[in-house]
């Protein structure tokens, strides 16, 4: 079983960032790829980054350039660095392990 806790989501300003964080319960963090998908009202849900175990990293091509996914094995947690946030990021963002176990769900709303 692996929980998840996310954090980080709030309001910012078009143009600024937020670094949401996902904590994952366990022992075997460092085997599981871990992604971030968002979903925005009217939309379907997307997935916006990927990071697998080696490190090799994915992303869609709305947010490449401006998101980045990274890990800290150590303490069980992926993050994502979201700069020049523009509104069409405003989502609802979810940290997720192979699809198989999610998280709440954290709030992002962009204001323009």
């Known amino acids: 079983q692996v929980q998840l806790v996310e954090s980080g989501g709030g309001t910012v300003q078009a143009g600024g960032s937020l670094r949401l964080s996902c904590a994952a319960s366990g022992s075997i963090f460092s085997i599981l790829v871990m992604d971030w998908h968002r979903q925005a009202p009217g939309k379907q849900r997307e997935l916006v980054a990927r990071i697998t175990p080696g490190g090799t990293t994915n992303y869609a091509d709305s947010v490449k350039g401006r998101f980045t996914i990274s890990r800290d094995n150590a303490k069980n947690t992926a993050y994502l660095q979201m700069n020049s946030l523009k509104p069409e990021d405003t989502a609802v963002y979810y940290c997720?392990?192979?699809?198989?176990?999610w998280g709440q769900g954290t709030q992002v709303t962009v204001s323009s």
């Open positions: 997720t392990v192979s699809g198989l176990y």
